[in-house]
């Protein structure tokens, strides 16, 4: 996930697990949360691990909880979240490029960095525990310079050395305190109310508490209230609730599920389109299944039949195994590719088109995912998001509902695609639908959605409701 670096980055082959004992002598007290920290941050930096999986699979596999628990995931997010800045200041402080450095070591201060500017471990036990990681893992030749870079770095604050290096320039500055790219906050700037940015920019940096959904018809909402769970604000389907979501018998049953309250709202916006009619309905883009379980909840209602089509067949088996618990005659899945439906035109009343994008919305979930993406993967992402939009009204019925979704609040991805097909359709106002919702109308066309997280502590979901003429 080296900024750089990443889309070269290969499992190395030569490099051992951190559990494979070194051969120095002078081998120094284990300090488990923190290698294990270093062997998620390995996972994500070298094999391209999602941080969230890297992090409960060390946690799972080390047997930690409570406190050690917290303390790994708090260091191994908050790392990937600045690893930008982090790198920028490792450079400076260390004197040299940092592709010279050993992979582990350079994880290892990073940790370290994360330690001293990010969390407030005291500077000489950051720099300790740092020193006795590497040479455990690493061995004693290293410690001398993790020692010097490391103590280097406790001479400042982040803002301090955001002060330093960013020397004048604002949008630097910005930049490495809240550890996101120029580009992304290039973006959200360019669709946000100015005054808007900064909050938004801290809020992705807070880490989101996990949000549960029932799968309506299955299970109610109290009854993951009876666990402590707290109601969400305007989803009438979600709680949150600290704590690991698979210790519920709801969620291990399938009869409730993890979802962000963003997505429910725009489940909730669809269910109440009026004259939604039934018939069939098609999830086009549907792994792993959050919404096509909230929409096969509710067809019922509106007598309609779900079908849900995703690309990925292991992303499909996600979908069937939210889905498992409704009964199977009124659902099917379908693995194919959504430009290239096998449907006949005009065969379904509702599409939901919940695309693939940039993400740009999920910062605060996927704390490595700012680093993962490049301006240059925006144009490729609309080119398939307008394809797929066609492809959604084309199979939509005249008088019927294309709901188009991103999870990215990007121009391009939102507004840009949607204005493209403006000719065949009307579209319905989607904020008026979410009366309860403050400030929920985009700044760019307020006809459609935008969610934020600094307004509604949700993701940054787009969502824009055409009726096809
Ligand atoms: C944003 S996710 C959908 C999330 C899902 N609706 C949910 O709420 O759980 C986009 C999905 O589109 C799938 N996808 C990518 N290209 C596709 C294509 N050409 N046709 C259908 N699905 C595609 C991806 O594999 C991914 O699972």
Known sequence: MNPGTERNNRPDPRRGRL???RPDRTRRRLDRPRRTALEALRDIDRNGAYANLACHHVIE???????????????????????????????TASGRALDSLQPDVLDVLRLGTHQLLGMRVPARAAVDTSVALAGNVVGERVTGLVNAVLRKVSQRDLEGWAGKLAGGDEQRYRSLVTGHPQWIIDAFADVLPAGELDDLLAADNAPAEPTLVVRPGLCERQELLDTGAEATRWSPWGAVRPGNPAELPSVRSGRAGVQDEGSQLVCLAVSRVPELTGGRW?????????????LRGIAPDHDAYLVANEAQPHRARLVSLA?????????????????????????????????????????????????????????ELVELQRELLASALRVCAPGGIVAYVTCSPHRDETIGVVSGAESDVEILDAPALLPEVPDCAASTDPRFVQLWPHRHGTDAMFLALLRKN
Do not use: N
């Open 19 to 21: 559990d494979r004992p």
């Open 323 to 379: 889905l498992r618990r409704y009964h199977y005659s009124g659902h099917r899945v379908v693995t194919g590719d959504g430009t290239d439906l096998p449907f006949d035109a005009g065969s379904f009343s509702l599409v939901l088109a919940d695309v693939p994008c940039s993400g740009l919305g999920a910062l605060r979930r996927r704390p490595e995912s700012r680093w993962r993406r490049w301006p240059e993967d925006i144009p």
């Open 61 to 91: 596999e080390q047997e930690l909880s409570g406190r050690d628990a917290a303390f790994v995931t708090e260091l191994v997010f908050g790392t990937c979240r600045m690893i930008g800045s982090y790198d920028d200041i490792l450079e």
């Open 282 to 294: 098609l999830d086009l883009c549907a792994g792993p299944g959050g919404k096509s379980a909230l």
